[in-house]
């Protein structure tokens, strides 16, 4: 083990008791005999590289051994972590990390060498992280693992040092510092700043651990490219490596061909994940979002899903303007509604997406009823026309010649969401939101096509539709 540069970084992890509490110390832990060497051994390892040295404190707490590859020495600090003042300092998560990549398409990583045992422990605090063996009595000059705000003391220190840098080609999570940039120049820039940044904090990286300009990365579990992210293969080594399932004693199983192609398929199916493309922020996003008495459901993408397209521009519209209907009902019960204004100019819609809306213009019928409303709104009682949009009992009006509708038949109709249901069905979740003229008839023969091409659920589906005549 070499020895510990403990130069100072301009922070040491503090230990700071709750009042009222004295030392805590806990009787040591029994362990086998043949634990004891390798404690032993590893103590002193600690002493020669200076991570601990002789105690003589009040405090105690127990060792115990972990097997990983190899013995790993690992300090119970439950007792003291419970009378220990947590330190709330935020830990970046992943997720959002990740949202910062998109675009870039060179990557390096580092990580620092025993990072925990690069940050000191206050002086007035080394005494509280006093440990016990068979053999003797130790405390850490470091900071060990185990503490309860060993991480926050890390992170904050890393974002200290990289501050200038985060977001802005650099992501650190503890001990992992990802570079990337959407250049090599830039990238080389970077990387030396990073550098030096290490250099000048007294911080040193593991060279086995590192990787420089490289395009394709694993970070955080993730495998990150300029395709975008995906599921690191590696952590699906077990289950492709699932062995044949055995026969269970007295039972008669015979594993065939059929059950050795779902075996594989589960295995695929279990193992194979989409790269998921990385967010681009420059750009606007979709929201849609729909509630009722006991929930509400909100779901967010960015452009390029043509299908739904005009059903996004339509929520947006439709929610806003039925809320009107609402209005003088919420202020009559409620007095913090007085004076709150729901209306199209708090949420502009996105001129590049409205297509229903310029075929509306170009309906010839519409286009009639639209310039009618413009110098008396009561000449067509059951139509609105509000900044722009058209509306039928609140309800956005599409031209009936727009090419969206056989869209949006096949999605409320055929789809599994569809579920293949009867004209009445299908009408009704239309009609909740849309309208054109001679709507009705359009999806009624939709569905008799749909019904004469199947043929099998004909007397079902027609009864619905002389219901709904």
């Given amino acids: 083990?070499?020895?510990?540069?403990?130069?100072?970084?301009?922070?040491?992890?503090?230990?700071?008791?709750?009042?009222?509490?004295?030392?805590?110390?806990?009787?040591?832990?029994?362990?086998?005999h043949l634990h004891k060497k390798e404690i032993e051994k590893q103590v002193k390892e600690m002493l020669a590289s200076g991570i601990v040295r002789h105690s003589t404190s009040a405090y105690s707490s127990p060792v115990i051994l972990v097997k990983d590859s190899t013995w790993r020495m690992c300090v119970d600090y439950r007792a003291l972590n419970k009378v220990t003042v947590p330190d709330k300092f935020p830990i970046p998560v992943i997720e959002e990390l990740l949202d910062e990549l998109h675009g870039s398409k060179f990557f390096s990583k580092l990580d620092l060498k025993s990072g925990y045992h690069q940050v000191r422990v206050k002086g007035d605090d080394v005494h509280k992280t006093a440990f016990r063996t068979h053999e003797g009595h130790y405390e850490f000059l470091v900071m060990p693992f185990g503490l309860m705000n060993a991480p926050s003391t890390f992170q904050s220190l890393m974002n200290d040092v990289f501050r200038p840098m985060l977001r802005q080609g650099v992501l650190v999570l503890f001990d992992d510092i990802l570079v990337y940039s959407k250049d090599w120049a830039s990238h080389m820039v970077q990387l030396e700043a990073v550098l030096k940044v290490l250099r000048d904090n007294c911080l040193t990286a593991d060279k086995k651990k590192c990787l420089f300009a490289q395009d394709t990365v694993e970070y955080l579990g993730h495998v990150i490219s300029a395709k975008g992210v995906e599921v690191d293969p590696n952590?699906?080594?077990?289950?492709?490596?699932?062995?044949?399932?055995?026969?269970?004693?007295?039972?008669?199983?015979?594993?065939g061909l059929e059950a050795q192609r779902a075996f594989d398929t589960l295995k695929e199916r279990s193992t194979t994940a989409p790269v998921l493309a990385l967010h681009d922020f420059n750009k606007e996003f979709f929201i849609e979002c729909d509630a009722s008495g006991s929930g509400l459901g909100v779901d967010?993408?960015?452009?390029?899903?043509?299908?739904?397209?005009?059903?996004?521009?339509?929520?947006?519209i439709h929610c806003v303007n039925r809320s009107k209907k609402f209005e003088r009902t919420l202020a009559a019960e409620n007095s913090d509604w007085t004076g709150v204004e729901l209306s199209m100019d708090s949420y502009p819609c996105w001129e590049e997406h409205q297509q229903v809306v310029e075929e509306v213009h170009q309906d010839y019928r519409l286009k009639d009823i639209i310039t009618d409303l413009q110098h008396d709104v009561s000449t067509h009682p059951r139509f609105s026309y509000h900044q722009g949009v058209l509306f039928y009992e609140g309800r956005l009006v599409m031209s009936n010649q727009s090419p969206l509708i056989p869209q949006m038949l096949q999605e409320f109709h055929t789809t599994p969401q569809g579920g293949h249901s009867g004209f009445l069905r299908t009408y009704r979740r239309i009609a909740a939101n849309l309208y054109w003229i001679g709507m009705k008839n359009t999806v009624q023969e939709f569905v008799r096509g749909v019904i004469h091409v199947n043929g099998k659920s004909t007397q079902r589906q027609c009864c619905e539709t002389r219901k709904s005549d």
């Avoid at 083990?1 to 110390?25: A, L, T, W």
């Avoid at 952590?235 to 594993?255: A, R």
């Fill in 1 to 32: 083990m070499e020895m510990i540069n403990q130069s100072s970084r301009g922070r040491e992890h503090v230990i700071n008791i709750r009042e009222g509490q004295g030392p805590v110390n806990v009787r040591p832990y029994l362990y086998p």
């Fill in 235 to 255: 952590k699906f080594i077990n289950i492709k490596n699932w062995p044949i399932p055995k026969n269970v004693k007295g039972d008669v199983f015979q594993w």
């Fill in 300 to 316: 967010g993408c960015g452009f390029g899903y043509p299908t739904l397209e005009a059903l996004f521009v339509r929520k947006k």
